[in-house]
């Protein structure tokens, strides 16, 4: 049975009759469940081992489209999630975290329409800020891209094993740079590097980043991108 066929069954088990008997919404379950996952796939980030996904969806509906979901939404939003899962788990997708589905109200939606927004967001714990990843660096090698996801508000990038970031080639110094996060900004510090932090090609010892950018710590290159 194809996951789709097995939520729809479940679902139906839960909120017998419910749609034969006065529901007003043109919204169905299985549609939601289908767009969720259009969400996930759109929202993938590729790495060098994995591909991470959002981990928090919030699914926009009309005020009627809200209480006509009401009765059910505990076990609607369990059977999304868990249908969400097992997607991911068969695609062998990882994020960060648990995934969390919300639905909220929408004032400028209309009954029967919906959108649905996807974040990767952070645990709450430890120095890691609680909210949305706002940021990554990806670092190409050859044909191979790893990407480094800015989930500190201190990122520190060298050769040593007590960096953040570790990047073992020779031409970075032990601890070349910091990546420091204020206030949903971005600012990049070298740490007194022996071969430098270039930034769009310009030599600095401090500058603001931008989405876009290009880093070069060394010989090795890296792209800051703003994730949203």
């Not at 008997?21 to 299985?30: A, R, V």
């Not at 790495?47 to 505990?74: A, G, M």
């Not at 890691?128 to 090698?141: F, N, R, T």
């Not at 401090?206 to 792209?223: M, P, Q, R, T």
Request: hydrophobic fraction near 35%.
């Amino acid at each position: 049975m194809s996951l789709l066929k097995d939520f729809e069954t479940r679902l139906e088990k839960i909120v017998e009759g419910v749609f034969q008997k006065g529901f007003k919404s043109t919204i169905q379950p299985i549609e939601l469940a289908k767009r969720l996952v259009r969400s996930m796939e759109e929202g993938r980030t590729v790495s060098v081992n994995k591909v991470y996904v959002p981990n928090q969806y919030t699914i926009r509906l009309s005020k009627e489209d809200i209480e006509e979901f009401t009765s059910f939404e505990p076990q609607l939003i369990s059977e999304l999630k868990d249908f969400l899962m097992k997607h991911m788990k068969s695609r062998r997708y990882a994020t960060i975290g648990d995934i969390k589905i919300m639905l909220e109200e929408d004032k400028d939606l209309a009954l029967g329409e919906n959108r649905i927004e996807a974040k990767l967001v952070t645990p709450s714990g430890g120095d890691k800020p609680e909210g949305e990843i706002m940021a990554a660096l990806d670092l190409s090698v050859g044909d191979e891209q790893e990407t480094f996801f800015l989930t500190k508000r201190t990122v520190r990038i060298g050769r040593l094993e007590n960096n953040d970031i570790i990047i073992p080639d020779p031409s970075l110094s032990r601890h070349h740079v910091e990546i420091k996060q204020s206030e949903g900004k971005f600012h990049l510090y070298d740490l007194g590097s022996t071969n430098g932090t270039f930034l769009n090609g310009r030599r600095v010892s401090e500058a603001s980043l931008k989405n876009g950018d290009s880093i070069s710590v060394g010989k090795v290159d890296l792209k800051f991108r703003r994730l949203g």
